[in-house]
Every structure is written in structure tokens, then in C-alpha cells.
């Protein structure tokens, strides 16, 4: 099976076609292989004899996709697209440093065997085929194609948990790439930083749920301190 894969700061994303369907999911791009007196309302993945546990923990900070630990979050990704044994990757990366990462990634993915076991079933999988694009060109290509074909300029902005990628198209030819070293999650921490300063002990997962739950308001103000 093909997927496509972002492994976001903020967020994983997959998408896969089905049938004539496309699947689509997300979830949280954080784990935890703390130890818990009660597993089973955990989405688990066991590598190594290691159970990690999926949409738990902290986030991981780091820039440098290659960098991260981020093998419990594929495999997760992976197990919940499909049951198949071997599948074929795309995956994104920020749009300035695609060419850097995309030799990383296929040496430590490409044609690589993983045994693990996700939510307490045995799995294998065989990575055959891995790609690597710059995250915002893939909205590119879901435009359609009687727009991308004509002489009409384009931007897209691609706003992720670490960084902001903004690619450009004059008459239908790429002519800017950049990537913005900020994101939601840094904005998140910013406003973290000043709650403490107001005394409130939160962490940044506080803060998103409160956030999700208007439970705190930001004044117009106060927006561009942030």
C-alpha cells in the first residue's frame, strides 16, 4: 500500500487510498513509554520489548525530523493505515531542507524490516519504497489542475507545530521556497511562559486543552506579544 505520512511537531497525518476512497487521519504526534498501571485504554506500540504510548507524554521539540525519535509515531501511523506487511512512504518534510533530509530518511527507512507489536498484535513491515516532499507542495498538487496549468500565481502557507513553510508560483513555475523556523507549538509556548510569569502552573498540554476549551482568551493586544 502507498502512504503518505507527515510526521508533523504537532500532529501526525497519514492519507491512503482505499478502493476509491481516500483514508484520512490524524492524531497527536507525542508518546510516552513511561510505565502505566493500566494499558488498555493506551494505543500501545512495543518495540524493542519498549511499549510506547501514542497521544501521551510530551512533544518533542526538536527541528531536525531525523533527529527525533520518531519511529513509534510512523509505526503507528503505518498500523493504523493498513494491515499489509510491505508499503510504499511519502513523506513531508520542511520545504528548505527536503534535499538534506530525504538521503537521512531513506537510510534509516528504505527497504528496512521493523518487528513490533501494535495494540498487542504482532506486526512486520517492510518499507520497499520511500519519498520525500517539501511540506506546502503537496497542497500544490491537490489544486486543481486547470489552475496549477494556468498563468494565475500562486502562495501557499503551510503553518505546522515548529515551522511555517511558504512556497510561491509565478505563472505556473516555482520561484520561492522558504521555511519559518516558529509554529503553533512555539506560540503555544510563548503564551505558557507568560501564564507562569501570572503564576499558573501549567504545562503546554494544559494549555492546549484550556485553549480548546476557551477557557483562556487572548485580547486583541495581547496577540501580537505573542
Not at 509556548?189 to 494549555?207: C, F, M, R, S
Amino acid at each position: 500500500m502507498k502512504i503518505a505520512i507527515d510526521l508533523g511537531n504537532r500532529n501526525t497525518k497519514l492519507a491512503c487510498k482505499t478502493g476509491d476512497k481516500i483514508k484520512r487521519d490524524i492524531f497527536q504526534a507525542r508518546f510516552t513509554n513511561e510505565e502505566q498501571q493500566d494499558y488498555t485504554a493506551a494505543e500501545v506500540v512495543e518495540i524493542d520489548g519498549i511499549k510506547y504510548c501514542i497521544e501521551q507524554g510530551n512533544y518533542d521539540f526538536e527541528f531536525n525530523k531525523t533527529e527525533k525519535n520518531y519511529l513509534p509515531l510512523l509505526l503507528a501511523a503505518i498500523s493504523r493505515a493498513t494491515s499489509d506487511n510491505e508499503v510504499e512512504i511519502m513523506m513531508g518534510a520542511p520545504a528548505e531542507h527536503v534535499s538534506g533530509l530525504r538521503d537521512k530518511f531513506k537510510e534509516q527507512l528504505l527497504d528496512k524490516e521493523f518487528i513490533f507489536k501494535y495494540k498487542d498484535e504482532d506486526r512486520k513491515i517492510k518499507i520497499n519504497k520511500l519519498g520525500v516532499i517539501g511540506e506546502g507542495f503537496a497542497t500544490y498538487f491537490s489544486i486543481p489542475e486547470e489552475i496549477r496549468n494556468s498563468n494565475t500565481n500562486l502562495g501557499i502557507i503551510d503553518i505546522g507545530g515548529r515551522t511555517i513553510n511558504v512556497v510561491t508560483f509565478i505563472n505556473g513555475k516555482q520561484h520561492i521556497v522558504c521555511t519559518l523556523n516558529f509554529g503553533i507549538l512555539d506560540l503555544k509556548n510563548n503564551l505558557l511562559k507568560e501564564l507562569k510569569k501570572a503564576g499558573k502552573d501549567y504545562d503546554l498540554n494544559v494549555v492546549e486543552n484550556l485553549l480548546l476549551n476557551n477557557r483562556i482568551k487572548i485580547e486583541e493586544k495581547e496577540k501580537t506579544a505573542y
